[in-house]
């Protein structure tokens, strides 16, 4: 991996940018490669939009959100304590989000969002540790977030909960049942425990499946 923009290299950067030169050019001047200069001015590009003469690219803002975001990155490095407790809860099955919502909530430790928690995982230090056999779902390797194709829907927009007739939430007549389906985690088998629970009577019926 090429090592980060110099402060001096950002310099010229804005510079050469307000002056119209092309990027190809930008990166022949610098001595990189130019999607090392396209992913530097999508990453720290200002955007302001109460004061919008001041957006674009400046060498001394593009330094200092380069380095905050370098700081969160290396959270889980410069807090043990933080990193322990993220640890002891992936072993345990928590899932990044589930642990970010927890630490949110516990004042007495720093925070740390899902995504810091991914980016460990993935990092050297976390392959090392074979992390990603405790998330969810594994991957070789963690997508960008902003790179990620957006899921669709399961099932339409007119069978969601809140569409179901008045008499159902009421509870009135017997023979509406709720459905779930249990995916347990992977060191446990492919097997997958689905449930029918009848909203009045709340009768369930459980049974298990070995497809997935």
């Known amino acids: 991996m090429a090592p980060h923009l110099t402060l001096d290299e950002r310099r010229i950067l804005a510079r050469l940018l307000h ?15 130019r999607s090392t200069i396209h992913r530097e001015i999508r990453r720290n590009f200002w955007h302001d939009p109460e004061v919008p003469m001041a957006t674009g690219y400046w060498h001394v803002t593009a330094q200092q959100l380069a380095a905050a975001r370098r700081a969160r990155q290396r959270k889980l490095i410069r807090h043990p304590g933080l990193r322990a ?3 002891d809860r992936l072993q345990e099955g928590w899932s990044p989000e589930q642990i970010a919502g927890r630490l949110k909530l516990a004042s007495s430790r ?3 969002c899902h995504e810091t928690i991914y980016r460990y995982v993935y990092s050297a230090d976390g ?12 991957r070789r390797q963690r997508k960008p977030r902003y790179g990620r194709k957006p899921r669709s829907l399961v099932f339409p927009g007119r069978c ?3 569409h179901r007739p008045a008499a159902v939430n009421r509870r009135e007549d017997f023979g509406h049942w709720e459905c779930d389906l249990m995916i347990f985690r992977k060191e446990h088998g492919s097997a997958n425990v689905a449930c029918m629970v009848e909203r009045v009577s709340r009768y369930t019926v459980l049974w298990r499946n070995n497809d997935l």
Do not use: F, N, T
Request: aromatic content about 0%; overall charge positive; proline content about 6%.
């Open 110 to 112: 720093p925070r740390v």
């Open 19 to 33: 002056q119209k030169i092309s990027i190809a050019q930008i990166a022949a001047h610098l001595g990189r490669h």
């Open 160 to 162: 969601r909960i809140r």
């Open 85 to 87: 407790a993220v640890l």
């Open 127 to 138: 392959q090392s540790q074979e992390l990603a056999r405790h998330l969810p779902a594994r």
